[in-house]
């Protein structure tokens, strides 16, 4: 089975911190993703890598970095927390199957932030 | 206009009937099609996928995709309490091999 962890299931932090949210794959995963998940909204991608030391940016990457210095594991940086990330982080990998044309990505459990 | 759209719900079903759940997508060259699951306080996963026109089904679960009419469905036969949940719609748009466009789900609940 894929096993994808995050470092916490909860997190409350200061404006003005900087916040530190690790993801890990066990599955030798190329690709690795960061999504915000807000009510109403849906899954917005933040970033997302599909090599070691190569990252893209999605929808959303403003306030936010990232940092991949191995394929297992992948982190989202926010420089500068504000109110307006108080959200559920989700990290996801996968391995592109392109004899199947499908691409199934893999989520961890979710990281909920709340900054104060 | 969002690339993928769902109905928000919520989509109440008795026990042992049919829940569909639809779901458009805007960008006319998308390939792939997947259905994830999400409960309440939990991380996605995946149920089924798609990427041919017509009826894909696993187990109690069909999927059905309209290319021309830019549209996907989800039916759940049976419905069981256990498939109360979220359900996101999610395409790969033209010429992008790795980002999933996410619809904002539809909340299914299944009355006992």
């Known amino acids: 089975d894929v096993k994808v962890t995050q470092s916490s299931r909860y997190l409350v932090k200061r404006t003005g911190e900087k916040v530190f949210l690790e993801c890990v794959q066990d599955?030798?995963?190329?690709?690795m993703f960061w999504y915000r998940q807000d009510p109403g909204l849906g899954l917005r991608l933040i970033y997302f890598?599909?090599?070691?030391?190569?990252?893209e940016k999605g929808d959303i990457p403003e306030g936010y970095s990232v940092s991949r210095e191995k394929k297992e594991r992948f982190s989202l940086i926010l420089e500068s927390a504000s109110t307006n990330q108080t959200s559920m982080y989700l990290c996801?990998?996968?391995?592109?199957?392109?004899?199947?044309?499908?691409?199934?990505?893999?989520f961890g459990p979710g990281t909920r932030l709340t900054v104060t | 206009q969002k690339e993928v759209e769902q109905n928000s719900g919520p989509l109440s079903v008795p026990e042992g009937a049919i829940a569909s759940l639809n779901c458009t997508y805007s960008?006319?060259?998308?390939?792939?099609f997947f259905w994830y699951r999400q409960y309440s306080g939990k991380s996605p996963e995946l149920i089924m996928f798609?990427?041919?026109?017509g009826d894909k089904e696993d187990g109690r679960f069909t999927a059905q995709l309209n290319k021309a009419s830019q549209y996907v469905s989800l039916l759940i036969r049976d419905s069981q309490p256990s498939d109360s949940a979220t359900y996101l719609c999610?395409?790969?748009?033209?010429?992008?091999?790795?980002?999933?466009?996410f619809g904002a789900g539809t909340t299914v609940t299944v009355r006992a």
């Open positions: 996801a990998s996968s391995l592109l199957q392109r004899d199947r044309g499908a691409y199934e990505q893999y």
């Open positions: 599955m030798d995963h190329e690709n």
């Open positions: 890598s599909y090599d070691v030391k190569m990252k």
């Open positions: 960008d006319r060259g998308s390939q792939s």
């Open positions: 798609i990427y041919s026109n």
């Open positions: 999610a395409v790969i748009p033209w010429g992008n091999d790795y980002k999933l466009s």
